[in-house]
């Protein structure tokens, strides 16, 4: 174990080393480019002693041939950013159809046109639908704990599912952090060696991904399952996890919510910021907390019900936008609240697209208005950044 | 919480020097957080980097616009940008400049000619490791062994005669400023 500072492309490769894929198909894109450059040292310098490094033409053929690699029973890693997870996106549900446990992680970017090289979760959400677990990092240190976390739920026998592992780019990418980097003794105790189940070898012929009839339905519902599943399976992964490294992680990340009538939810980096201002708000008398998002696929429907049992209003924080309908976490919390015993008013706030800065004094305007919509018991749903609402 | 922000222009090392506080007050046992702030950057375009230092873990994030601490690598930056923004009466602006410049801000300003001492010993214009030579003399937030040893960890992909050269114009500065 050793404590250094670096930055999130760098957690990220750290917790890819620690796990040692056999196989990592790679191409840059900003702003992963630093992960993917970390790995291709560490692989020159003899780290990486049992991995296959291969520089792709393009993210479509990475993923491609990390499909290939896992088919045949490797452990694979990968990173893309963006435009190249959009380019990825016909072949990911490839990778989740065929129950393939590739890991790979995603420094979020928003989407051109216009370019933007800065963070919103556009690039990922718009593959929220396709059968990959979801994971989002609040900072650093997560970024590794849930790569390592992602392999153990991926290659789950009752999950096998791939695990996209996201990260807010520049704010954590290119942000140094104290990182704990965990020993590969304790790695190997957390996470024993990847023994895959199904795997296509000459000796035993299969067909995988085949064109099917009915069975199509029965495939799908499946995935469905094993992705429900990896609930309760994440559930037993963040005990040991605990037990081994002595940090605790939950599906949700409660932040004084016990009393707290005002909630916020976020995601990713922006929550850090966001219990800045609450810790300052909770001094002014404030009853505000905050729920943060850390597992999108699957959807932890009941926990977040549970721990908004006593909200009295929420402000749902999207940094992404569905054009014509607005954030898109918004109806994904009101969905679940309407199956609640306790159905508290939401408010949508649409903020920080293209990596506009989120700051305590943001989150505390959000704040305020959330307690006026309380109060006039009308819910709003607005663009923070804009003037205008 | 201890907030520097370094203005450069693209290709002097403002990321470096930012890694480098970081490095060093980290060796120290504080929490930080270091970063560069840039788009599609290139060579000679203004940009920023920032370090926050605390005993406690750091919340905040972003852009710093209440320093403690600005560090001016390139003194022509000051007819483009308002580098002195945020800085109070208490606050610290370090600049390197062959004069005493003239700005209009409430804070201490020192400056030190980090570049004519960077071609006496490194024997090229790179005065972004030197000028945190000032930084450990002007402030106690990093000690000038930790910042000696956090350019010897930050550089050590250099060849030891560059390391050398850029320790001993820290050192320089250090006695200079």
Redo the contacts between chains.
Sequence with gaps: MKHI?ITGNEAAAWGARLVEPQFIPTFPITPQTECIETLARWKVEGDLPGTDFERMESEHSVMSAAIGAAAVGARVFTATSSQGLMLMHEVLYIASGMRLPIVMANISRGLSAP?T??SDHNDFLDQRDSGWIMFHAENNQEVLDMILQGYRVAEDPKVLLPVMVNMDG??LS?????VIIPSYEDVKQFMPAYDPQHTITPDRPVTVGPPVMDEYTDYKAQAHLASRNALTVLKDIQDDFEKIFGRRYHTVDEFMLDDAELVLITQG??S??A??AI?EMREEGVKVGLLRLRVIRPWPGEIICKALQNAKAIAVIDRNIAPGKGGIMLPEIVETLYHSNNRPLVSGFIVGLGGK????ARIKEITRKLADDLASGRPRIEWNDLEVS | MYKIRIHGRGGQGAKKAA?II??AA?DMGK??????LY??ERRGAPVMSFVRIDDNPI?????IDDPDVVIVLDKALLEIVNVSAGLDENGLLIINSEHEPVLDTPAVVKHIDATTIALEIIGKPIFNTIMLGALAKFTNIISKDALDRAVEEELSKYPDKIIKANKDAVKKCYEVA
Excluded at chain 2, 31 to 36: K, L
């Design positions: 500072l370019v090289l800065w520049y704010v290119f942000t140094d952090e104290p980096s922006m850090t910021t219990k800045a810790l800065p989120q700051t305590e | 890694k970081g490095q980290f929490q930080v957080q270091d970063f560069a788009g599609a919340l905040e994030r972003g852009y």
